[in-house]
């Protein structure tokens, strides 16, 4: 029963279960142990996490490279433009003459050449005051994005594709440069009269931007290979011990199949033996009457015909006035009378009729035959749905079982409303059901001693294999119903 029942449950295949097995089969970890996949996944997570670790810290490396060659370019650059473009605290152009040093800074200055390659000014409203480009000179292209920020007084810088419209003259000799715009203040005042716009060739940044991404990239790899191989070495150690456990489980799980096996065979020898009992145990039951009806009984009758020879020869003395020796011989003939019938009685009772060829449903109405002729009551007798064979042991026990309840119908029930009922089951069973409409009982309250009807007909039902329900209630009847075995045993029965 304990296989049938893991063997159902193992049958039961979880929908995700199942969906997780065809992903492991498409991606190829059909095949794979349980650490081997973990590492796997395990390989994975720590490739794309590592990489986009390394990522983010190259664009944080990226950003403050920018930020740190921007903030020293513009603190530079500041202390040559500004003294230039003080005349803008009282007015909203350039003279020529400072357009002209404007126009020269660079190439009078190597080192600011060096640190610079292009330059613009704007005004605080977006218009353009001074470029390399003369014709871009008084256009107004807005305060937006950096620009705007610059005019509010912050420091911005980052590489630019030069593509804004005012970059015509940049993108003729760059594909890229380092992008600053600074605020340019009135001297001793936080008063921004112009924005300066600095261009700066990003070669050197971007070698030590690389080079600082080259050893962040080796540092995040080295670190993820240490984790890895941190991981793949707790899973190691841990699937030797889950091997091992699963080793000890499955020499359990082999050792409880053996002993299950073993209770199967011991139950079927346990309900083999008890279908031989119960044949062995009617055969015992039928030679004791046998026995009984030829020896005894015989002996008694051939005493009662001697007895009446006797008494022939005695009745003249009985004639002579001594009735005494009549008198004895009168008890003694009652005596032997009334155990030559008890004996007689006792041998129709452990005889049963053949069985070996009777069906179940010719086998209940024998029961009730045999009930009606000792009880004089009648019984409804429903055999329709009885199946057409049986085993012996079965059908002594059939008989049994309705002779006992029949008899217990007639004597606690009055035999009102006694009905008899053999079917077979959906699950192999042959189901035999005695019912009556007498006073009833509690069938939860234990019986009296000497009541040995229902201990008799369940153990008879248990030691088959079967079971026996009690149904009963004060003034609702009683309903017996015996379930039997159908299946035939392995071995003989006998």
């Not at 480009?133 to 107004?140: I, K, Y």
């Not at 039928?286 to 009984?297: C, K």
């Not at 002779?403 to 192999?428: Q, T, W």
Request: hydrophobic share 40%.
């Amino acid at each position: 029963m304990l296989r049938s029942r893991a063997a159902s449950l193992v049958a039961k295949v979880d929908p995700r279960a199942r969906g997780r097995s065809l992903w492991r089969r498409r991606f190829g970890l059909a095949g794979l142990s349980l650490a081997r996949r973990f590492l796997l996944v395990g390989l994975v997570v720590v490739v794309f996490g590592g990489t986009a670790v390394a990522y983010l810290l190259g664009q944080l490396i990226e950003t403050s490279a920018i930020n740190n060659t921007t903030t020293v370019t513009a603190l530079y650059v500041e202390s040559f433009v500004q003294p230039q473009l003080q005349s803008l605290a009282n007015g909203s152009t350039l003279t020529q003459p400072e357009i002209d040093s404007l126009q020269n800074l660079l190439t009078s200055s190597p080192g600011l050449a060096h640190q610079v390659v292009a330059y613009r000014i704007w005004s605080t409203t977006g218009v353009i005051l001074f470029s390399p480009n003369p014709e871009l000179m008084g256009r107004d292209f807005g305060m937006e994005g950096d620009r705007g920020r610059a005019g509010q007084g912050a420091v911005t810088g980052d590489i630019s594709n030069l593509t804004d419209p005012e970059n015509i003259y940049e993108r003729q000799h760059w594909s890229h440069l380092l992008e600053i715009y600074m605020p340019i203040r009135a001297s001793g005042s936080s008063l921004i009269i112009a924005v300066a716009e600095i261009y700066q060739r990003p070669d050197e940044l971007e070698a030590e931007v690389n080079n600082d991404r080259v050893m962040a990239w080796g540092f995040v790899a080295l670190a993820a290979l240490i984790a890895y191989v941190a991981l793949a070495a707790v899973v190691r150690q841990g699937n030797r011990k889950i091997i091992r456990q699963e080793s000890e489980l499955r020499e359990k799980v082999r050792q409880l199949s053996a002993l299950l096996g073993q209770n199967d065979a011991l139950h079927e020898r346990l309900r083999r033996a008890a279908s031989r009992t119960t044949a062995l145990n009617e055969l015992e039951r039928r030679r004791i009457g046998s026995d009984l009806h030829d020896g005894p009984s015989q002996t008694l009758a051939f005493a009662m015909l001697r007895l009446d020879a006797v008494e022939g020869r005695l009745d003249g003395a009985s004639r002579g006035g001594d009735s005494s020796g009549d008198d004895d011989l009168g008890s003694v003939r009652g005596a032997l009378d009334e155990a030559l019938g008890e004996i007689r009685t006792i041998a129709a009772g452990l005889r049963t009729p053949e069985l070996e060829r009777a069906g179940p449903a010719e086998i209940a109405r024998r029961a009730v035959t045999d009930h009606g002729r000792r009880a004089g009551m009648h019984v409804d007798v429903d055999v329709d749905s009885a199946p057409a064979a049986a085993p012996l042991a079965t059908k002594i026990a059939l008989y049994r079982i309705l002779s006992e309840a029949l008899s217990n119908a007639a004597r606690h029930g009055g035999g009102a409303g006694m009905a008899v009922r053999v079917a077979g089951s959906d699950d192999g069973l042959l189901v035999a059901e005695v019912r009556d409409s007498g006073p009833g009982f509690d069938a939860l309250k234990r019986p009296g001693r000497g009541h040995l009807g229902l201990a008799g007909m369940r153990e008879r039902a248990e030691l088959l294999g079967g079971r026996l329900e009690l149904e009963s209630a004060a003034d609702r009847g009683t309903v017996v119903r015996a379930f039997l075995p159908l299946a035939e045993p392995t071995e003989d029965e006998l």
